[in-house]
């Protein structure tokens, strides 16, 4: 019993999608595999399905408990027009102010809470309660530093940050150009920036960060948060570069398996990887373009294809794997048959077993939404990418893996005039990571990426360090 009661109890709560869902969970997991603390995961349910989120949640190890809050009915608090922040900040709301305290209470006020960005209304619950937040940042250290000078941004320019005529000069990090912003900062009249503002104006109650990442991928903006007077005046909380936490493993269905039994047909480093991300769409006029330029370059390939949708780029962010979804409705006449008799490609409805597949041999690239958890994925498997942002931060951290000093991707161009990337540019960009001098020199350099990466979480790494330094914290 003695021991028993000496073991930290850390609750974790993410705001719904999986690109929150997922670092948290394997944080989780971390916690309770490698430092035999006891967690409770937080998960705000709502009545609307996300299989993914299921899969995801069944099988995890002893001693990592789910707790779900009592179910949202969406349909009450949002409307089908609601830009994506907007939407979870009205969900998580609801959910957090009916039920967060009453949990926490139950579970007997744990060592710690850690959140996400979108999640800072338990600042003020757990204060209540006298427990230390911590916040968990799901994307790079560089967008950290941005949203932590947005604060500052925001009071002293004036106009819409997307007209400024130069990049966005950020304090010790690389300028970011106003056409890469997030689409959360594109609008400063509307109530998605309004509350995307407040959350990051937040970040500085927090009792520390969690930054997923490590020093070798993103040296400059961690020495900036740590050195320069700007972070240190504000301040900032002490940080805690931990990564990178990636999702280890997946239940496979049958359809996955067929997949990988493909996979294994294939010469190494042959197949292209080309998937939206978990929560996102494509035109019906970019899909076509897609799959011809796919079928031009002559290049192996696995194509996780979702219905295509004009509206939004984050269709499937909140019911990702729920979709009904017949590709031959959709993609060019002949495309599937052409494709399967010459052996060249699969298509996958919706999706595909992504960790299994980047980390299978015959991937050779990775045509990626650059949502941050697949781009720590692609890099700690040592797969070049062809960097396809959507939305969200997806653009800046797009502009991130093809500056020179990382040189881990090539983002394709869209033509002046257009609206889609063409077909030929396309078969030129796969060409180029798959077969060319240039794809070669970005294959070493990720493989270096993944060398120290691995470096990092092991044994007196600095990211392993970070996490015991944590754990310390809360057994004091």
Request: glycine letters at 6%; hydrophobic letters at 40%.
């Amino acid at each position: 019993m003695a021991a028993e009661s000496l073991q930290p109890h850390v609750a974790v709560l993410p705001s719904p999608g999986l690109g929150h869902l997922i670092p948290l969970l394997e944080f989780a997991k971390q916690l309770v595999l490698n430092h035999g603390v006891h967690v409770s995961f937080l998960v705000i349910t709502t009545n609307e399905a996300s299989a993914a989120k299921d899969n995801l949640l069944r099988s995890l190890p002893h001693g990592l408990d789910v707790v779900d809050l009592p179910p949202v009915d969406v349909s009450a608090v949002t409307s089908d027009d609601m830009p994506v922040v907007t939407r979870l900040h009205a969900i998580v709301e609801e959910s957090l102010s009916k039920s967060l305290k009453s949990v926490l209470t139950e579970l007997c006020n744990p060592n710690a809470l850690v959140i996400d960005l979108f999640c800072t209304q338990a600042f003020e619950i757990c204060s209540q309660l006298s427990i230390p937040t911590y916040s968990f940042v799901t994307t790079s250290v560089h967008f950290f530093a941005f949203i932590t000078y947005l604060p500052t941004l925001d009071r002293e320019v004036q106009g819409e940050f997307v007209d400024l005529p130069e990049p966005i000069k950020i304090p010790g990090c690389s300028p970011v150009r106003p056409e890469d912003l997030l689409d959360q900062v594109r609008n400063r009249k509307i109530d998605e920036y309004k509350f995307f503002l407040l959350h990051v104006s937040r970040l500085p109650l927090a009792a520390g960060i969690f930054l997923n990442s490590w020093e070798n991928l993103e040296f400059v903006p961690l020495k900036a948060i740590r050195d320069d007077s700007f972070y240190l005046q504000i301040p900032t909380p002490p940080i805690y570069p931990i990564g990178p936490l990636i999702k280890q493993d997946e239940p496979l269905s049958a359809s996955d398996e067929e997949c990988l039994a493909w996979l294994d047909k294939q010469p190494p480093d042959s197949v292209l990887f080309a998937v939206p991300g978990s929560g996102g769409t494509l035109t019906a006029e970019q899909v076509t373009e897609m799959a011809w330029g796919l079928e031009q370059s002559k290049q192996r390939f696995i194509w996780v294809v979702r219905m295509p949708s004009d509206a939004s780029a984050s269709a499937t962010f909140f019911n990702v794997g729920s979709d009904v979804n017949d590709p031959k409705a959709y993609l060019p006449e002949g495309f599937l048959q052409r494709t399967r008799a010459q052996g060249a490609g699969m298509v996958v409805p919706s999706w595909a077993p992504q960790v299994h597949i980047l980390r299978h041999p015959s991937t050779g690239g990775f045509l990626s939404h650059c949502g941050w958890n697949s781009t720590l994925e692609s890099i700690c498997h040592g797969v070049p990418m062809i960097a396809w942002p959507l939305y969200a931060e997806q653009r800046m951290n797009a502009a991130m893996l093809t500056a020179e000093e990382t040189g881990v991707a090539v983002k394709p161009e869209i033509e002046p005039g257009k609206k889609v990337i063409g077909r030929e540019e396309i078969e030129r960009v796969v060409r180029l990571v798959m077969e060319g001098e240039e794809g070669k020199v970005m294959r070493r350099r990720v493989q270096e990426l993944k060398e120290s990466a691995s470096r990092e979480l092991g044994d007196g790494g600095s990211s392993s360090d970070s996490l015991a330094s944590f754990i310390k914290k809360c057994k004091q």
